[in-house]
C-alpha cells in the first residue's frame, strides 16, 4: 500500500480521561507503538489525563487534557470544545474510545474533511439505552468504521446499534509482554510481595462486570483444602468496599488482599500459580492474554473471545459465568495436579505468542488508518 504523504499520518485518540484499564492500556500501545515515522500520534482526554495519561506524557508522548466535566459540561459545549481541538491539530485521523468520546468526537468531526473517523467500543451493552442506541446508528453512518474485539460486542452493535456490516472491522486483540529474562523472577517476585504457598491472581476494575463476586464465593469453598493460600486482586473500582466486606463476610481477611492499581503487572504475574478471569460479560480479556503470554495456566469464564483463546483442558479451563461451584472445581484442579499447570502455562505462553503478539495488533489499526488516508477525503490543511 502506497502512502500518498512523506509525512507522517497525523491520527488523534480522544477518550474521556485514562485510569488503569484494558481501553487505556490500547490507546498507550497505540501511541507508543505505531512507527513514528508513519504515524503522529497525539492522545486527547475530555476531561483530565489520569494515572495513564500523565504516564504517557512522561515517555515524551503528546497527551491533551480539556478539563471538562462530563456531568456539568453541555453536550454542545463537549462538541464545541472537541471540535475547536480537532480544529487547531488539523488530523488526518479521529480515533474516539467509548461510548462519550465516540459520541463528542464523532459529532465534533462532521463537516471538518478529515481523511477518516474511526469509533472503537470496547464492551458489550449490558444495559441498552434507546438514546445511546439512536445516537450510534446515526453517528455510525457519518464515519467511516466501528471497531469492535469480540463477536459479542460486533452482534450488539449490529442488533442495537444497526450499524451496517460493511462498516464493522473486529480485529484481534493483543499485548505487550516484556522479554522471558526481564525483571524479577517467580520466586524474587513473591519474595517482594510476602506470598508463600498457592497463589492466584486477577487484573481488573473492581466493578459487578468483572464477577469477584463469584470468584470470592469460589475460593471459600476451596480454602479448606489448600492450605496457606493468597488470591492478589489488582484494580480498584466503584464495589471495592462491597467486596472488602464480602470478604470478611467469607472469613477470607488472611487470603485475599486488595492491591489496587499497580503498574507492575509483570512481577505480580510472575508471582502467581495461577491466573483467573471470572468476569460476567467481557469484550476484550486483554489481562487474560497478558497473563498467558507469560506462560500462567489460567481459568476464565465462557465470556468475550475468551473460548476462541482458551481449549478447554489444553492451554487453561473454561467455566460458566456467574458460577463459583465451577470456578471452585477448576482451582482445586489445577492445585491437586501441578503437572496441569505447568502444561497448560506452556501451551497458554504459545498461544499468545503465536496469534496475540503487540506487533499483530498495531499493524491492524497502521492498515485501518492507512486504507482511510488513501482515500484522499481532503482532510483539514
Known sequence: ???????????????????????????????????????????????????????????????????????????????????????????DILHTHLYHANLYGRIAALGLGLSGVVATVHNIYARVKLHRCLANYLLARLGDYVLVFSPQVRADVRRYDRVPEAKLRMLTPGVRLEEPDSGANKEEARRSLGISGFCLGNVARLEEQKGHDDLLQAVAQVRGEIPDLTLLLVGEGTRQAALQSLTRELGLDQVVRFLGTRRDIPRILRALDAFIMPSRWEGIPLTLLEAMGYGLPVISTRVGRAPEIIQDGVNGRLAPAAAPGALAQALLELYQHPELRAQWGEQARRTVRAKYTLAHFLEQFASIYLELYEKGRGGVK
Open 1 to 91: 500500500m502506497t502512502v500518498i504523504s512523506q509525512t507522517p499520518i497525523k491520527v488523534l485518540q480522544l477518550l474521556v480521561t485514562m485510569p488503569v484499564g484494558g481501553a487505556e492500556i490500547m490507546v498507550a500501545d497505540i501511541a507508543t507503538g505505531l512507527d513514528p515515522a508513519r504515524f503522529e500520534v497525539i492522545t486527547a482526554c475530555l476531561g483530565e489525563p489520569g494515572p495513564m495519561g500523565e504516564e504517557l506524557r512522561g515517555r515524551g508522548q503528546r497527551v491533551i487534557g480539556l478539563g471538562l466535566d462530563l456531568k456539568r459540561a453541555g453536550t454542545w459545549t463537549m462538541v464545541g470544545r472537541v471540535r475547536q481541538l480537532l480544529q487547531e491539530i488539523r488530523p
